[in-house]
């Protein structure tokens, strides 16, 4: 979007707030995953200095970042459980008899104040499986599907397709004819 006011151009890109996990994962011997994982949590922000005034009555959202970045190497199979992303929001809130409530020493039987504060933690549970073969792929899709409650199409199995690339934000990646034994041991 563009406007213009007298000789000034404003010129505005959308951007998605977004809650976005990356994981890119790395297999080492002995069945561990070497796993670097950003996550970045986008949210629009509240208060004062929530916009900003870029001229001709056009004013923009801020958005705040919070972002965690790690590494860590987990044995096939094992549980990581990742927190930190953790916003906190203060209030307060007076409500009162209009004009009553203002006047001094008597004002504060006229009225009441409310102190809210909201804490939000982001945690998150990732649990990597190395898989070598299409029945070892079913069986670990299966499980996943009993112990979450999601349905086949929700959580489709990851392809074994060699060549194959897929987003690292995939979550439901299309589902591939199943390779030979002979092409997966190539791999």
Known sequence: MSTTSGSQQSNIQYQDVVLKIEVVPLINSAREISLQIVETNDTLAKGINSETQIGGGVSVPKIDTQKLTTTVIVPDGATILMGGLISQTDSKTSAGIPFISTVPLIGNLFKSTT?????????V????SVVFDVPELKEVSKTERDLTGF?????????????????????????????????????
């Open 115 to 123: 102190d809210d504060t909201e804490r939000r933690e982001l945690v």
């Open 125 to 128: 549970m990732i649990q990597p």
């Open 151 to 187: 349905s086949s199409k929700e959580l489709s199995p990851l392809s074994m397709k060699s060549g194959q690339k897929s987003s690292p934000m995939s979550l439901n990646p299309p589902v591939e004819e199943p390779i030979s034994s002979a092409e997966a041991k190539q791999e």
